[in-house]
């Protein structure tokens, strides 16, 4: 009994120093409780991660990827939505489409595009581009399109291309206009008008004098050669802007009004007619602009001097002749030491309908008539065909006959570099770029006539053989010799 009692009263108390070691613990576990839900109160606030983005292929043959986390990746094939919690879209061939939950806005992110689906933050659908293109039609302005070095905010019925590189990020305004902010708030936010862009390089920003206003231009001819200005008409986006309207006395502007106009003096000067290549129905048009540049004195059109009107700060050339089916027509503005003004040569491009022809009565009927051997399409470089390389970029060279091809596309890509009705183009198959991979490569190589018509197909084959690695080199070793020149012999 007394045994019994002694291990009664050696078991441990209630409320003893068990019970002390208890109470903080408990207490810890219930702020750290409460320290959570606070985290995750103030970041469902600002991002609203239960939001999504649907992609959608817009081509048959496009390849896209969604990353949920690291390497871990889907191919997505139709309608799939994409989170704040995924890691990236990938565009690796053709073309997505990007559409918003509870709003009209959507995006159009181009090959090699990749770009993560951040939420909504402050009340905007927001997107990082990390590389490539993307086109933003924003109508209803609630869209955020973070680059690496400067966020995007388009306005109301607004449609920009973005573009991010290496080096530079790029926003191209078809449509409305953009706010563009600098992330280190460093310089003021700055508005940009329909038909102007911006270029940042990363080695500007450590300037910290530079605004963003000093690096607006007007639209470079670069942008109408992207697949996202074809695929979605930009040509009709920019044919649509009234210039003289909205140009007034000619007085530049920047204000987010829609202005072409840049208050960037390397702005020179502005043909408002005819619009670039249009077509007309006589073998002369009045070609007529605005003066952007008070240092302008003389204007030429492929040499020929035209009539400036300074008061009105206006120009005219009356009766330009047109002698070619496709003029191309070279026009610069020079100041008065006779040096061509920055901003001020271009190239306006006009064509003359068949009624023109029909305005020379001693001019005799044409007929037009294309190839149909495989010697007017020929591919000069590589001779061989199928051609066998174990290098990783193969120049396809080839040459057609002058003023019968008006495009050529090569596996459905359009060649840029090509000049209409030209005679040479060339293409690059690259391993680095996924246009050629190790093994047997086809390339079906089309051409076009004037008419959007196919007037035939080439089809050039490469087999990329791998690389041998080098055999090492084995240095025999004579071991008579190591051996009797390393030890004395006794």
Not at 102 to 123: L, R
Not at 145 to 164: G, T
Not at 442 to 458: P, S
Request: hydrophobic share 35%; glycine share 6%.
């Amino acid at each position: 009994m007394t045994r019994l009692r002694n291990r009664w009263n050696s078991s441990p108390i209630i409320g003893g120093s068990s019970f002390s070691f208890i109470v903080p613990f408990v207490i810890a576990l219930i702020v750290l409780i409460l320290v959570i839900r606070y985290i995750f109160s103030e970041t469902s606030s600002v991002n609203q991660t239960g939001s999504f983005l649907t992609v959608t292929p817009k081509q048959e043959q496009s390849e896209i990827y969604i990353y949920m986390s690291g390497d871990s990746k889907k191919r997505i094939d139709g309608a799939t939505k994409m989170f704040a919690t995924d890691s990236k879209l990938a565009v690796v061939s053709g073309e997505a489409e990007g559409d918003f939950e509870n709003t009209t806005s959507k995006i159009f992110i181009g090959k090699w595009g990749e770009v993560k689906y951040e939420g909504i933050i402050d009340g905007k659908q927001t997107i990082s581009l990390n590389n490539a293109d993307l086109l933003a039609d924003s109508s209803t302005g609630d869209l955020n399109i973070k680059l690496v070095n400067f966020s995007v905010v388009p306005s109301n019925n607004s449609i920009v291309i973005l573009s991010q590189n290496a080096i530079a990020s790029n926003i191209y305004i078809l449509k409305g206009s953009a706010t563009v902010a600098d992330y280190s708030n460093k310089r003021s936010p700055e508005n940009i008008g329909v038909g102007q862009q911006l270029t940042i390089m990363k080695n500007d920003l450590t300037n910290t004098t530079l605004q963003f206003s000093s690096k607006i231009e007007p639209l470079s001819d670069y942008i109408k050669t992207t697949d996202l200005f074809i695929n979605h008409n930009g040509d009709s986006l920019l044919a649509s802007l009234n210039i003289a309207n909205e140009t007034g006395s000619g007085n530049t502007s920047s204000n987010g009004s829609g202005s072409v106009l840049s208050k960037n003096s390397k702005v020179g000067l502005i043909i408002t007619s005819p619009e670039d290549e249009s077509s007309v129905d006589a073998n002369q048009v009045d070609i007529e602009g605005k003066l952007m540049n008070s240092q302008i004195v003389k204007i030429t059109i492929n040499d020929k001097e035209v009539l400036i009107d300074k008061e009105n700060q206006s120009f005219l050339y009356k009766g330009f002749p047109l002698i070619n089916p496709i003029n191309n027509l070279v026009y610069k503005a020079y100041d008065s030491d006779g040096n061509i003004i920055s901003g001020t040569k271009g190239v306006l491009t006009i064509y003359t309908s068949e009624k023109a022809g029909k305005n020379n009565a001693s001019q005799k009927p044409s007929v037009t008539t294309y190839p149909i051997s495989d010697k007017d399409f020929r591919i000069i470089s590589p001779t061989e065909n199928p051609y066998k390389t174990t290098e990783d970029i193969v120049r396809i060279e080839g040459r057609v006959n002058k003023g019968v091809v008006k495009y050529i596309t090569v596996n459905d890509f359009r060649l840029t570099k090509f000049t209409p009705l030209g005679t040479s183009w060339y293409y690059f198959a690259n391993k680095d770029y996924g246009t050629m991979n190790d093994g047997i490569n086809l390339y079906a190589i089309k051409y076009y006539g004037e008419n959007d018509e196919l007037l035939f197909t080439n089809l050039f084959t490469i087999v990329k053989e791998k690389k041998e690695a080098p055999i090492p080199v084995t240095i025999p070793v004579n071991n008579e010799s190591t051996s009797t020149g390393s030890s004395t012999q006794s």
